[in-house]
Each structure stands twice: as C-alpha cells, then as structure tokens.
DNA sequence: TCAACTCATGCGATCTCCGCATCAATTGCG
DNA sequence: CGCAATTGATGCGGAGATCGCATGAGTTGA
C-alpha cells in the first residue's frame, strides 16, 4: 500500500544524479537494485516517475513531484533518528531534579552552571518542594532524581550519601549566646525557639535534636519559610537551629551564627533514584558532573560537607 | 543502522495503546511479531523504551522522546504518500497550459473556471507568449500542453484540432466597405493595411492571404499588439483582418467587422502535446473539461467554432 | 490455589531483497 | 560505417528478514 522508505530513498537519489549507475555507486549497492526499486516503486503508484532511454534519465511532471515528497519523508525520518540518537546519548532534552528550596537555592546553581557549559543543549528543570512531595516527584518519573533528605528506606528508591549539612545556632546580632564559641542545644532550649513549618524536613530534626536532650519542643514561633525565621531572629524575637545549608536563604536579615553542639546533628542530603531503573543518559550525565564536583572536593559553604 | 519504519509505526502503536496484544489487534497482525519488532527497535536504540512487567506497559523517558519522534517520522511518511497520491490522482497540483494571449484572454478563462469548479485544488498556470515560445513551453516540459496555430508537422509533437477561428475584416465605424455585407481579401487589398507584428501567428495567415489573391501584401503600419491594431483603425488609418477570436482584444475601439470572404481563411486552433508521453492526470482532467465543452457544442463568439 | 492474561521466544515457512551475470539498446569513437 | 563502451532492465539463486503458531515464564485476581 505504502512505499517503502527504501524505495523513496533509492527513487530520489537515482532522481536527483539522473542516472541508476552514479546513484548505485553513492549509495554503495548495485545498479539492479535501484533498477528494481524504483520500478517497484513506479509499479506502486501506477505512474511512470522517471522517463528513461539508455542514455539519459528525466523525470515526469510525476516524478518531479515525487522527488519533492520522497527527500521530505526521507529527512524527516533521518533527522528524526538523529534527534532521537542524540537524546539517547543525554546530547538533548531535559533533566528534572526535584529537590529542597535549600538545596534548589545553594547546592544546585553552581552544579547547572558547571553542566551547563558541557552540555548546553540539555535544559535542566527544577522541581522545588517540600521532602514528601519531593520524593513523590522521583516516584511517579516527574524527576529523574532528587536531592533530598533521606527519609524512611524504600525499595522503591536508590539512596546515595552526597552532603552532610551541619545545624547551627541562628541567634539575634547582640544576644548573651553570641559570647560562646560554641552553642549547645540546651542552651537553645532555654531560650524561646523560632521553628520553621511541620512540614519541613528541618522542623523534624530539630524536634528530634530537642528530644534527644529532654528539652521541651514548644517553639515560641513558627513560620512557613527560612527567610521568614531568620526575620523573627533578626527582631530579637528569639533563637532558631538551622542547617547551615539553608543560612543564604535568611537574605538581609542581620543574625549571627555559632556551631551548634551537644550533640552535633548533620542532616544529611542523599540523591535519591528509582531503584531497578536505569537513569537518562542527559540525567546521569548530571549526576556525574554533581560526583564530580564532590570528588574534587569543590568548596561548600562552612558546615556543609561532602559525604564520603 | 536507521530503524525501519514498521519499527517505528509498531512502537507508536504498542507505547500508544500501552498493550503489546491491543496494538496487536488494531494493527491486524500478531502480538509475537509486535513484540520483536520492538524488541529489534530497543535493541537497534541500545536504550530500553518501554518498562513492561506482565501486567502494565509503560514508558521510559528514553520511550517518551521515541514515541514523539515515532509518531512525527510516520506522520510525515503517510501524509506524503497522500499528498502523492492525491497529485497523481490529478486532485492536485499545478496545470501549466502554454497559449496564445488572444485564446489565452478570450478562450481559457471559461475553460478554467469551468474546471475549478470541479477541482478546485488544482492551480492553473497560463503561459501566454508568441507561437514559437509557446511550442518551446512544451517541448520543454515548462507546459504540459499548448492551445496554438498549428505549425509544421513534427513527430515531437500530437496535434488535436480543437477550434477553427475564422479571419474577419475590421474597418473603422463609416468605411464605405462597411456597406457590404460581406469584405474579401481584394477588397481589403485595395486600402492601407494595417498588420500585426512579424513573429505573430496571425500575421503569417495574412500575408499567406493576401499572397492567395495576388495581392500586395505591404503593410500601412504594423503594431505588436492587437489592441494598438484596433486603436489605429478606430482612428481611421486603415483596416485590418483579424481571426474573430482576438476581437475582444480590440478592447473599446470603436471598429466594425464583416465577414471575410475569397477566400475564407480559417486558422486552426490546436491542442499540442509531447507525443509519446503520458498526460499528467490534472493536465488530463483540464483537457477533458475543455473536451466536455466542445462535445457540449459550449457557445463560442461568432466566427469561432469547434473543430469535427 | 488455580485460571486467566500478560509479554517473550523457539521454530518453521514464506517473502523480500540483494548481487551477479547477462541482455537489449544506444552512443561515440575510430 | 562498424565496433567497443555504456546504460538501464531482467533471470536467477541465495541470504536475510519477518511473520504466525505454539508455547513458556511470570503475575494477577478470584
């Protein structure tokens, strides 16, 4: 019913060289082939394409138009290939990483900006959000990957250590804690604490700091963002404990931070895939460039560590 | 190297219907044949397109981009073999038809809008220009036919009579030949004549005309066109003979014409064709619209009549 | 626990397509 | 004027692709 994509190759190269020999010798088969294929093809669609005597070869009215029409299928289904090639090769496309405002804030800039300049035909797509929605992302393949905090294990996902991200005692500019060199979490305790959302997954870690030293949890206050709670620090309405990861996110807010201790909690930042699933290539080109940062041991913020 | 395009078409289907056995059945073929053929695709690809456990198919991102570019590579073939198709069918296309200016003005327009009515996705190019260029339109392949005077025989040309235009004289408003009934050729030889251009077709049969009656055949003036004809016997300078086809493009010179006898000189309007070639089918179909109004006895002006 | 349904695969038959050799026709050179 | 060279077409045999049938392996749901 259709004609071939060989067919329609072998008729318009032997169109455009008017000539079955020169376009059997370009295409590197014989001569009868392309005899065969385009009478095959002029058989198919009951017209005659090409007017040949032993001397020359000419197209008809038909063939003309059948020349125009066989060299569009024919890089239509080159180009496509090629293009399909290319994003096989991760040359093209998209990368989706699902990851933490923090970490979609501070960590990742420097990674795109270091992939990008070797690979700029890939974009790359930042799905920022909380840790659960974040590891759904991964699940349901919205994300090649995500960075994330490291929640319950699933077989569901593939977890590799990346940072460790150290708390710190996040405290208003002249508070007495500020003459310590270092800050423990009961001190913090008794003072009153400025914690962010339920939601997030810094929230649970303080919570969980907290109980490790029978420290009552209650926070004095609490809001959605980091800047917002760097903010409430700033106004002197209390201290806070964040991972040190998060400190560009307080923005202007004038605090000042110390080490936080007794006992030193790490949050740590895992890559987390779909487990028996190979990753894109443009996916895993990223995940190289990001280990490759890691075992250059490129410069982190103080307190944010490389895993490993 | 490339992936074949059943490759292509049976991936499309199976990652559209999600099923290896429902593509199966729309595509009237096995499911053992669906399967490899895009087992071979993947294999050729060196990437896995689709995820398949024994219940669910679904696909990979790699599969995602495959199916995109699938569908496009086999669009793009089967919108061309229509399209072909479609010009073969002579549906459409171009029909380039070589004339004379005066049957291109007077005759063709009724011919073609009688033919976009029935095929109105069919362009109609007119070549009008001089006998000689319009025979070298279609032994040039530029034209797939010519509506002209018939020149001398050649055997790479067939020849249809389609009308008969018979000359007429063309005499200002008060010419005391204007008395007469009928004007002969002797007649006309007796007042300045006023001819067309030398490489016209109707200036050839005048001065054969007047060569018939042993006339002088040398003209008063000669002009290019048949309207700056007309405007020089409208202002008296002479009179002319013309072929009652061209009267119109006197245009709004006030002339009178009488019939032109002794002898009465019919110039033959032909189809010419290459011979031995095949009519493109929109060329055809023109030519069977053309045929219809001569079967039909269509009404032409006075002087003018189909041929047989 | 088992029937039912999924996709994968071994196998044999068929079909297509290729290249070699050769033919018929024309051209161009001697 | 005639012969060598070249062109596209075609008979033929073989290699490879592809198909459908039957069946296998694995999972789901009653």
Not at 126 to 152: K, M, N, Q, Y
Not at 223 to 235: D, M, R
Not at 291 to 307: F, I, K, N, T
């Amino acid at each position: 019913m259709d004609a071939t994509l060989r067919q329609l190759a072998a008729y318009a190269a032997v169109a455009r060289a008017a000539s079955f020999t020169a376009a059997a010798a370009q295409m590197h088969v014989s001569q009868s082939s392309l005899s065969r294929a385009v009478a095959d093809l002029e058989r198919l669609l009951g017209a005659q394409l090409l007017e040949r005597d032993t001397r020359n070869v000419q197209l008809t009215a038909a063939g003309v138009e059948a020349l125009r029409i066989a060299e569009q299928i024919v890089n239509a289904h080159q180009a496509g290939m090629k293009e399909l090639r290319r994003f096989l090769l991760g040359e093209s496309g998209t990368v989706a990483v699902a990851t933490l405002p923090s970490v979609a804030a501070v960590l990742l800039p420097r990674v795109i900006s270091q992939f990008r300049t070797q690979r700029p035909q890939v974009a790359v797509r930042i799905l920022d959000g909380l840790e659960r929605s974040v590891l759904d992302r991964v699940l349901t393949g919205d994300a090649d990957f995500a960075i994330t905090t490291v929640g319950r294990p699933s077989d569901q996902l593939e977890q590799r250590p990346l940072v460790h991200d150290r708390f710190v005692a996040v405290l208003p500019p002249h508070h007495p804690l500020t003459e310590h060199a270092e800050v423990s979490w009961e001190d913090l305790a008794r003072e009153p604490f400025l914690a962010v959302g339920r939601d997030s997954s810094v929230r649970r870690l303080t919570d969980a700091a907290f109980a490790q030293v029978d420290a009552h949890a209650e926070p004095a206050a609490e809001a959605g963002s980091i800047a917002t709670v760097g903010g409430l620090v700033a106004a002197g309405l209390g201290v806070s404990a964040l991972p040190a990861l998060v400190l560009p996110l307080t923005g202007t807010a004038q605090v000042t931070c110390r080490p936080l201790v007794g006992p030193v909690i790490d949050r740590r930042l895992d890559i987390a895939l779909r487990a028996r699933r190979t990753v894109p290539r443009a996916a895993h080109h990223l995940l190289e460039t990001l280990d490759a940062l890691r075992v250059q041991g490129h410069e982190l913020p103080d307190g944010v560590a490389w895993s490993e």
